[in-house]
């Protein structure tokens, strides 16, 4: 099946960025339309941002318009998530999953497969 791995987080002043990254494996990554999610501890999994199969469709929240951008590299399998002018508030473990066909929306039961998760630590 398909494999996710995200790699990129880390420790960031507040007004910094990161770029994370999703590789995917076990299957070729342009037949899913990809999201990226977000968890902090005590809270619910939400939704940050989304991206079409052939990427030219892209969607994401209010609270991380205009400073993270969603991208995709099908020849390298790879989604990525450039986030930029950090606040504490993004602190959180980022997960991308994937679902089959076209993106539709950022709701969690909507995606099939699912990252580790790596860690966004926004703090100064």
């Known amino acids: 099946q398909l494999q996710l791995v995200e790699s990129g987080g880390g420790l960031v002043q507040p007004g910094g960025s990161l770029r994370l990254s999703c590789a995917a494996s076990g299957l070729t990554l342009d037949s899913y339309a990809i999201g990226w999610f977000r968890q902090a501890p005590g809270k619910e999994r939400e939704g940050v941002s989304g991206i079409s199969r052939g990427g030219r469709s892209t969607k994401d929240v209010d609270s991380v318009k205009g400073r993270f951008t969603i991208s995709r590299d099908n020849a390298k399998n790879t989604v990525y998530l450039h986030m930029n002018s950090l606040k504490p508030a993004d602190t959180a473990i980022y997960y991308c999953?994937?679902?089959?066909?076209?993106?539709?929306?950022?709701?969690?039961?909507?995606?099939?497969?699912w990252g580790q998760g790596t860690q966004v630590t926004v703090s100064s």
């Open positions: 999953a994937a679902k089959w066909g076209v993106f539709s929306d950022l709701r969690r039961a909507s995606y099939d497969y």
